[in-house]
Protein backbone atom coordinates (compact mmCIF):
# COMPACT_ATOMS: atom_id res chain seq x y z
CA UNK A 1 0.00 0.00 0.00
CA UNK A 2 1.32 3.27 -0.61
CA UNK A 3 2.07 5.91 1.94
CA UNK A 4 2.67 9.00 1.14
CA UNK A 5 3.89 12.08 3.35
CA UNK A 6 1.29 14.77 3.45
CA UNK A 7 2.23 18.89 3.41
CA UNK A 8 0.81 19.89 6.98
CA UNK A 9 -1.91 22.44 5.92
CA UNK A 10 -3.71 22.92 9.28
CA UNK A 11 -2.57 22.01 12.19
CA UNK A 12 -3.66 19.90 15.36
CA UNK A 13 -3.33 22.95 17.25
CA UNK A 14 -5.17 25.41 14.88
CA UNK A 15 -7.70 22.94 14.34
CA UNK A 16 -8.87 22.55 18.02
CA UNK A 17 -8.38 26.22 19.23
CA UNK A 18 -10.96 27.46 15.82
CA UNK A 19 -13.51 24.09 17.19
CA UNK A 20 -13.28 25.90 20.79
CA UNK A 21 -14.39 28.77 19.06
CA UNK A 22 -16.85 27.63 17.15
CA UNK A 23 -18.33 25.76 19.93
CA UNK A 24 -19.19 29.16 21.97
CA UNK A 25 -20.48 30.21 18.85
CA UNK A 26 -22.95 27.95 18.32
CA UNK A 27 -23.75 27.27 22.22
CA UNK A 28 -24.86 31.27 22.22
CA UNK A 29 -26.84 31.16 19.58
CA UNK A 30 -28.63 28.21 20.13
CA UNK A 31 -29.21 29.30 24.17
CA UNK A 32 -31.75 27.55 25.22
CA UNK A 33 -32.92 25.34 22.58
CA UNK A 34 -32.48 21.42 21.40
CA UNK A 35 -30.48 20.78 18.70
CA UNK A 36 -30.74 18.12 16.29
CA UNK A 37 -27.23 17.25 14.87
CA UNK A 38 -26.60 15.65 11.60
CA UNK A 39 -23.38 14.33 10.81
CA UNK A 40 -22.29 13.56 7.84
CA UNK A 41 -20.40 10.07 7.16
CA UNK A 42 -18.18 9.28 6.69
CA UNK A 43 -15.86 12.27 6.66
CA UNK A 44 -17.57 14.46 9.32
CA UNK A 45 -17.42 12.13 12.24
CA UNK A 46 -13.92 13.49 13.44
CA UNK A 47 -15.07 17.35 13.34
CA UNK A 48 -18.75 16.31 14.73
CA UNK A 49 -16.91 14.50 17.60
CA UNK A 50 -14.94 17.09 18.51
CA UNK A 51 -17.39 19.81 18.00
CA UNK A 52 -20.26 18.30 19.61
CA UNK A 53 -18.03 18.01 22.74
CA UNK A 54 -17.64 22.14 22.57
CA UNK A 55 -21.94 22.42 22.94
CA UNK A 56 -23.13 23.37 25.80
CA UNK A 57 -26.55 22.69 24.63
CA UNK A 58 -28.81 19.33 24.70
CA UNK A 59 -28.01 17.40 21.69
CA UNK A 60 -29.85 14.41 20.00
CA UNK A 61 -26.85 13.34 17.15
CA UNK A 62 -27.93 11.76 14.04
CA UNK A 63 -26.18 9.89 10.99
CA UNK A 64 -26.64 10.27 7.37
CA UNK A 65 -24.44 9.01 4.34
CA UNK A 66 -24.86 10.66 1.06
CA UNK A 67 -23.28 8.92 -1.83
CA UNK A 68 -22.83 11.99 -5.16
CA UNK A 69 -24.71 10.52 -7.81
CA UNK A 70 -22.29 9.04 -10.54
CA UNK A 71 -23.53 7.96 -13.86
CA UNK A 72 -21.20 10.39 -14.73
CA UNK A 73 -17.81 11.66 -13.60
CA UNK A 74 -19.13 15.31 -12.74
CA UNK A 75 -22.31 14.96 -12.08
CA UNK A 76 -24.53 16.91 -10.15
CA UNK A 77 -28.07 15.89 -8.78
CA UNK A 78 -29.80 14.29 -6.09
CA UNK A 79 -26.95 12.59 -3.63
CA UNK A 80 -27.75 8.69 -3.41
CA UNK A 81 -29.09 8.50 0.58
CA UNK A 82 -26.82 5.18 1.90
CA UNK A 83 -28.01 6.05 5.61
CA UNK A 84 -30.84 8.01 6.87
CA UNK A 85 -31.93 9.95 10.11
CA UNK A 86 -33.56 7.16 12.43
CA UNK A 87 -36.17 9.74 14.04
CA UNK A 88 -38.26 12.83 12.43
CA UNK A 89 -36.80 16.39 12.22
CA UNK A 90 -40.00 17.60 11.84
CA UNK A 91 -40.32 21.14 14.02
CA UNK A 92 -36.89 20.56 15.09
CA UNK A 93 -33.75 23.25 15.20
CA UNK A 94 -30.98 20.88 12.79
CA UNK A 95 -27.68 21.78 12.50
CA UNK A 96 -25.88 19.35 9.64
CA UNK A 97 -22.11 19.17 9.97
CA UNK A 98 -20.01 18.70 6.71
CA UNK A 99 -16.10 18.17 6.49
CA UNK A 100 -15.59 20.15 3.35
CA UNK A 101 -17.83 21.77 0.84
CA UNK A 102 -16.47 21.41 -2.32
CA UNK A 103 -19.03 21.88 -4.87
CA UNK A 104 -21.91 22.03 -2.51
CA UNK A 105 -23.71 19.27 -4.11
CA UNK A 106 -24.54 17.26 -1.15
CA UNK A 107 -25.54 20.07 1.23
CA UNK A 108 -27.72 21.70 -1.39
CA UNK A 109 -29.89 18.45 -1.66
CA UNK A 110 -29.46 17.52 2.30
CA UNK A 111 -30.78 21.02 3.15
CA UNK A 112 -33.58 20.79 0.81
CA UNK A 113 -34.50 17.32 2.15
CA UNK A 114 -34.55 18.69 5.79
CA UNK A 115 -36.78 21.46 4.71
CA UNK A 116 -39.01 19.26 3.15
CA UNK A 117 -39.11 16.91 5.96
CA UNK A 118 -40.37 20.61 7.88
CA UNK A 119 -37.32 20.68 10.23
CA UNK A 120 -37.72 24.09 12.08
CA UNK A 121 -34.70 25.50 10.81
CA UNK A 122 -31.64 24.08 9.31
CA UNK A 123 -27.84 25.33 9.69
CA UNK A 124 -24.46 24.34 8.11
CA UNK A 125 -21.32 23.50 9.68
CA UNK A 126 -18.44 22.92 7.50
CA UNK A 127 -14.81 22.47 8.73
CA UNK A 128 -13.60 23.80 5.29
CA UNK A 129 -14.62 25.41 2.55
CA UNK A 130 -13.30 25.75 -1.23
CA UNK A 131 -14.38 28.72 -2.37
CA UNK A 132 -13.02 28.13 -6.22
CA UNK A 133 -15.05 24.85 -6.50
CA UNK A 134 -18.45 26.25 -5.54
CA UNK A 135 -21.23 25.78 -8.05
CA UNK A 136 -24.26 26.00 -5.53
CA UNK A 137 -24.83 29.25 -3.70
CA UNK A 138 -24.19 27.42 0.20
CA UNK A 139 -24.30 29.50 3.37
CA UNK A 140 -21.97 28.13 5.32
CA UNK A 141 -23.37 29.27 9.30
CA UNK A 142 -20.37 28.33 11.20
CA UNK A 143 -17.00 27.15 9.13
CA UNK A 144 -13.76 26.24 10.42
CA UNK A 145 -11.36 27.34 7.74
CA UNK A 146 -11.59 28.77 3.96
CA UNK A 147 -9.16 27.04 1.70
CA UNK A 148 -7.62 27.15 -1.58
CA UNK A 149 -8.91 24.65 -3.97
CA UNK A 150 -6.57 21.88 -3.51
CA UNK A 151 -7.31 17.94 -2.33
CA UNK A 152 -6.84 17.42 1.62
CA UNK A 153 -6.49 14.80 3.96
CA UNK A 154 -7.24 14.05 7.75
CA UNK A 155 -9.39 15.16 9.87
CA UNK A 156 -11.71 12.51 8.61
CA UNK A 157 -11.24 13.25 5.01
CA UNK A 158 -9.55 10.15 3.14
CA UNK A 159 -7.89 9.68 0.05
CA UNK A 160 -9.21 6.33 -1.26
CA UNK A 161 -10.58 5.60 1.84
CA UNK A 162 -7.57 6.25 3.64
CA UNK A 163 -5.79 9.22 5.95
CA UNK A 164 -9.04 9.55 7.67
CA UNK A 165 -6.88 9.29 10.98
CA UNK A 166 -4.54 12.06 10.51
CA UNK A 167 -4.96 14.50 13.78
CA UNK A 168 -4.35 17.24 11.09
CA UNK A 169 -5.15 18.54 7.58
CA UNK A 170 -2.87 18.48 4.99
CA UNK A 171 -2.14 18.58 1.12
CA UNK A 172 -1.74 15.49 -0.51
CA UNK A 173 1.24 16.24 -2.79
CA UNK A 174 1.28 16.44 -6.15
CA UNK A 175 4.68 15.69 -6.21
CA UNK A 176 3.73 11.74 -5.81
P1 LIG B 1 -19.63 18.37 -2.68
O1 LIG B 1 -21.00 17.76 -2.74
O2 LIG B 1 -19.02 18.56 -4.04
O3 LIG B 1 -19.56 19.63 -1.85
O4 LIG B 1 -18.73 17.23 -2.06
C1 LIG B 1 -18.18 17.28 -0.84
C2 LIG B 1 -17.55 15.93 -0.55
O5 LIG B 1 -16.48 15.66 -1.47
C3 LIG B 1 -16.92 15.93 0.82
O6 LIG B 1 -17.84 15.49 1.80
C4 LIG B 1 -15.74 15.00 0.64
O7 LIG B 1 -16.15 13.65 0.88
C5 LIG B 1 -15.36 15.12 -0.80
N1 LIG B 1 -14.20 16.04 -0.98
C6 LIG B 1 -14.21 17.21 -1.62
N2 LIG B 1 -12.99 17.79 -1.61
C7 LIG B 1 -12.18 16.96 -0.91
C8 LIG B 1 -10.77 17.01 -0.53
O8 LIG B 1 -10.02 17.94 -0.81
N3 LIG B 1 -10.34 15.95 0.21
C9 LIG B 1 -11.12 14.90 0.55
N4 LIG B 1 -12.42 14.81 0.21
C10 LIG B 1 -12.95 15.83 -0.51
MG1 LIG C 1 -14.86 11.40 0.72
Redesign the pocket.
Known sequence: MENFIPEMLITEEEISDRIETLGQIITKEFEGQELVVIC?L???FVFCSDLIRKLNLPVRVEYMMLN?YSREKLSFGE?KIELDLTGPVEGKNVLIF???????????FLTELLKHRRARSVKLAAM?Y?PN????N?KIDYLGFE?ED????GYG???QGRYRELPYIGI?NAGH
Open positions: IKGARPEDIIDSGNTVYLKKSKFIIQFVILDYL
